[in-house]
């Protein structure tokens, strides 16, 4: 372990469940575009400390939030690869998992 700070210890940072997992694919996804934590809030019109949460894996992000997300990732980050929410998560693994329904159409 390496000693930052005060000394204290601190631990690989290790996936430990499907939140933390979502979390940690939208932190790579987002620092490889050049995005930062608050401009990826604004544009998902969330408080930074909300992005944070879901970025730590301390918050469950819903299945509309996710799709802002990854529409977020595909819009500023236009020269590069597509990304779809089903890629970073099942919908079944997001707050109310299962189907949604969006303006008429199952997502």
Same mark, same amino acid.
């Given at each position: +372990?390496?000693?930052?700070? &005060?000394?204290? @210890?601190?631990?690989?940072?290790?996936? /430990?469940?499907?939140?933390? #997992? =979502?979390?940690?694919?939208?932190?790579?996804?987002?620092?490889?575009?050049?995005?930062?934590?608050?401009? +990826?809030?604004?544009?998902? &019109?969330?408080? @930074?400390?909300?992005?944070?949460?879901? /970025?730590?894996?301390?918050? #469950? =992000?819903?299945?509309?939030?996710?799709?802002?997300?990854?529409?977020?990732?595909?819009?500023?980050?236009?020269?590069?690869?597509?990304?779809?929410?089903?890629?970073?998560?099942?919908?079944?693994?997001?707050?109310?998992?299962?189907?949604?329904?969006?303006?008429?159409?199952?997502?």
């Amino acid at each position: +372990m390496n000693k930052v700070g &005060r000394g204290k @210890p601190v631990k690989p940072r290790v996936v /430990e469940n499907s939140d933390q #997992r =979502i979390g940690l694919t939208l932190r790579t996804l987002r620092l490889d575009r050049g995005i930062t934590g608050t401009e +990826m809030a604004d544009g998902m &019109r969330i408080s @930074p400390s909300m992005y944070d949460h879901y /970025e730590a894996g301390r918050r #469950r =992000i819903t299945w509309e939030r996710l799709q802002q997300a990854t529409w977020f990732l595909n819009y500023r980050g236009s020269n590069s690869v597509s990304v779809q929410p089903e890629a970073i998560a099942l919908p079944s693994e997001c707050a109310g998992g299962g189907l949604t329904v969006i303006e008429g159409e199952a997502a």
